[in-house]
């Protein structure tokens, strides 16, 4: 069976503060990709990020970063010197070589001036 | 690229009516989901197309969900009976194939009274 578990909840930070956020996934598909969405108060689901299972290499995009380790099957995501746009729902999310996409139960950033 | 198109963006339904929910999803996308967000269950997958065929309905809640997909640029979801618990915002979500992200439509604010 597929699950995403994104342990964290709710996290309030202080502006510039660095802040992680943890996905962890279960899967017994070889092949799966891994994802991150960003979820403004707007409403719309916004992506980030894709990575496919045999890609360990950790990214950057600006204030953003993410590491994958298929060792501990996590997908972690850090935002670095946090901006009060920041503050969002993140969902983690597994998709399979089917098709299949779920996500996570989300995790609620706010960002503090 | 108009992006996933959703229609309507809110609907207020009185409970025991059918409600329809319209997708257009974008052209050149072999892949189209339903997804159901509320805050008790987060996002949840109710089913999911490949060129038209219907591959997992088995987040279907029950038999008064039913989804089509006629053709390779509409699907609809609908509700009949509609009750007070399918309030929620339904997202349709179309993916080209396993190289590309799932982009989402801006919802549909369903609110059954």
């Known amino acids: 069976a597929q699950k995403v578990t994104q342990a964290q909840t709710e996290i309030s930070v202080v502006e510039k503060e660095d802040v992680t956020l943890d996905c962890v996934y279960e899967?017994?598909?070889?092949?799966?990709?891994l994802f991150w969405y960003k979820q403004p108060p707007s409403g719309e689901l916004v992506f980030l990020i894709r990575?496919?299972?045999?890609?360990?290499q950790n990214e950057i995009s600006g204030r953003y970063s993410w590491n994958f380790q298929k060792s501990t099957s996590s997908f972690n995501f850090t935002i670095t010197a946090s901006q009060v746009v920041d503050s969002a729902v993140y969902f983690c999310a597994l998709g399979s070589n089917t098709g299949k996409l779920i996500f996570g139960q989300g995790t609620t950033l706010q960002v503090k001036p | 690229d108009a992006g996933v198109i959703q229609s309507p963006r809110h609907e207020v339904t009185e409970m025991g009516q059918e409600v329809t929910l319209r997708c257009k999803p974008i052209s050149g996308h072999d892949y189209l989901f339903w997804y159901r967000q509320t805050m008790m269950r987060g996002l949840e997958l109710l089913i999911y197309?490949?060129?038209?065929?219907?591959?997992?309905d088995s987040g279907m809640p029950e038999d008064r969900f039913s989804a089509k997909m006629p053709n390779a640029s509409f699907s609809t979801l609908k509700i009949q009976p509609s009750e007070p618990r399918d309030s929620a915002v339904y997202f349709c979500?179309?993916?080209?194939?396993?190289?590309?992200?799932?982009?989402f439509g801006s919802g549909t604010r369903l609110t059954v009274v």
């Open positions: 990575r496919n299972f045999f890609d360990e």
């Open positions: 899967t017994r598909d070889t092949t799966y990709y």
């Open positions: 197309f490949n060129n038209n065929v219907p591959i997992d």
């Open positions: 979500a179309s993916r080209r194939d396993s190289l590309y992200g799932y982009t």
